[in-house]
């Protein structure tokens, strides 16, 4: 079964600390991954994209790194910010089709000052 | 630039009444079309998603509908609608080809159905 498992549900950060998120995938076959934020009451927003070959993508504070073997993925925030407070959404393209995205439940980050 | 634009934002509706939510998407040719829901706590599940006019393909069996009146209109609606429509509605779009396109997300409308 195609599932995108996402851990912990719910982090509380301090302001300036790191932290990282998980993704755990079972999707097949398996075409990219992508990290959205969702901010509160709006729609997701991409923050990187990961194919089979890429190990690490950089977007400013946040590093996202891809294990195609063990299909795993982390989001890695770094020195954060109260406006990095949302969710972080993991979310795998499967190959072929009309753009066929699992998403996973999120991690809701709530950074305190 | 490409925009997309969902209306309304939310919207409150006592169960069997109609409803109609509406995305419009500028700034792009022959896009693909989405209708997500996400439930509290949920990632989001793909309802209804479009390649073309008139072309509507239905990912689960349920209460919805989808149309596709004009290249760039995605319209979600239903005839009567039971409290478990409730939740946070997300049209979206994407380029036609390749394994990488960006899906763009609309703002959502926050359903409500009392």
């Known amino acids: 079964k195609n599932q995108v498992e996402q851990s912990p549900q719910s982090l509380i950060i301090l302001e300036g600390k790191n932290c990282t998120l998980q993704?755990?995938?079972?999707?097949?076959?398996?075409?990219?991954l992508r990290w959205y934020k969702q901010d509160t009451g709006r729609g997701p927003v991409s923050l990187t994209i990961?194919?089979?070959?890429?190990n690490t993508k950089s977007n400013g504070r946040y590093t996202a790194t891809l294990d195609a073997d063990t299909k795993q993925s982390s989001l890695h925030i770094t020195a954060s910010q109260l406006s990095d407070s949302a969710s972080y959404i993991c979310?795998?393209?499967?190959?072929?089709?009309?753009?066929?995205?699992?998403f996973g439940a999120g991690t809701r980050l709530a950074v305190h000052p | 630039s490409q925009t997309i634009h969902q209306w309304p934002a939310t919207l409150v509706q006592p169960v069997g009444s109609p409803l109609s939510l509406e995305c419009t998407v500028e700034?792009?040719?022959?896009?693909?079309l989405y209708w997500y829901r996400q439930a509290a706590g949920r990632g989001l599940q793909l309802l209804f998603y479009?390649?073309?006019?008139?072309?509507i393909s239905s990912e689960v069996p349920q209460n919805l509908s989808a149309s596709r009146p004009q290249d760039r209109q995605f319209i979600l609606s239903s005839k009567k609608l039971l409290l478990s429509d409730s939740g946070f509605y997300l049209c979206?779009?994407?380029?036609?080809?390749?394994?990488?396109?960006?899906?763009?997300f609309g703002q959502g409308t926050r359903l409500t159905v009392v």
């Open positions: 979310v795998v393209r499967r190959s072929g089709g009309y753009n066929k995205l699992i």
């Open positions: 990961m194919t089979f070959s890429e």
């Open positions: 979206a779009w994407s380029v036609r080809q390749g394994e990488r396109t960006e899906a763009f």
């Open positions: 479009s390649v073309g006019i008139g072309q």
């Open positions: 993704c755990n995938y079972t999707v097949s076959p398996f075409s990219n």
């Open positions: 700034g792009t040719s022959n896009p693909n």
